[in-house]
């Protein structure tokens, strides 16, 4: 058990709608990282937030939005939901954002399947 | 940061030890040496990290090169519960954010 928690566990939607993915760090971890891994495109970094605010971006679609709460929690949105966003999305959380070297924690993942 | 380099797949006997290999020839000076392992689509586990030296953890050993361009990740028992897919990730250490760039990585097999 890392200490990342991740809800819900498995999400099943249609095309064109709308959900919000949460992630709880481990305790008094600042930082978070949100992770997309689709069969063909494997394990991609899409965004990381530190204390409340976006620290860097990778591969994030516009349709994707995420942030981070003043208790350190953080959502992702997924919006015009495609096919092809089907995909394991992990939270991982680090104790440091930016400078050194810190190790990640990750969640056990949100399973994402759109019909 | 520095990209990584792989074998797709490798096989292991259990009881034996583990040796996966991970070349990262353009690997510059402030860049640390990462694994993570992912086993079966569960979330990646950090296994071990380095800069210069070797290093060992509960989990694994890392032994890296002189030159820093290709390290080992070394499991010293390898059990069934150590088949995953094993990730080399080179990391700026300083750098403005501590985002990790997954490769293909190595499959492990460890068999019976």
């Known amino acids: 058990d890392s200490g990342v928690t991740q809800t819900p566990k498995h999400l099943i939607t249609a095309t064109g709608q709308r959900v919000t993915l949460r992630c709880s760090p481990r305790?008094?971890?600042?930082?978070v990282y949100w992770y997309q891994q689709s069969l063909d495109q494997g394990l991609q970094f899409l965004i990381q937030?530190?204390?409340?605010?976006?620290?860097a971006k990778g591969n994030i679609l516009e349709r994707f939005s995420a942030q981070q709460f003043p208790d350190l929690h953080s959502e992702l949105n997924l919006s015009s939901l495609e096919l092809g966003d089907s995909a394991l999305y992990f939270c991982?959380?680090?104790?440091?954002?930016?400078?050194?070297?810190?190790?990640?924690?990750f969640g056990p993942g949100t399973r994402l399947t759109v019909t | 940061d520095a990209k990584t380099t792989q074998p797709p797949s490798m096989d292991c006997a259990e009881g034996r030890a583990a040796n996966l290999p991970c070349n990262h020839s353009?690997?510059?000076?402030?860049?640390?040496v990462y694994w993570y392992r992912q086993i079966h689509s569960q979330g990646p586990q950090y296994i071990i990290h380095g800069l210069k030296n070797n290093e060992t953890n509960e989990m694994a050993s890392l032994i890296i090169t002189e030159d820093r361009k290709s390290s080992t990740l070394i499991l010293p028992h390898a059990t069934l519960r150590d088949t995953a897919v094993y990730y080399c990730i080179v990391r700026d250490g300083g750098g403005a954010t501590n985002k990790l760039i997954f490769g293909t990585g190595t499959l492990l097999a460890v068999q019976p």
């Open positions: 305790s008094g971890d600042l930082s």
């Open positions: 991982a959380s680090s104790a440091r954002g930016t400078l050194g070297t810190g190790e990640q924690y």
């Open positions: 353009t690997i510059s000076g402030n860049e640390y």
């Open positions: 937030y530190y204390n409340g605010e976006e620290r």
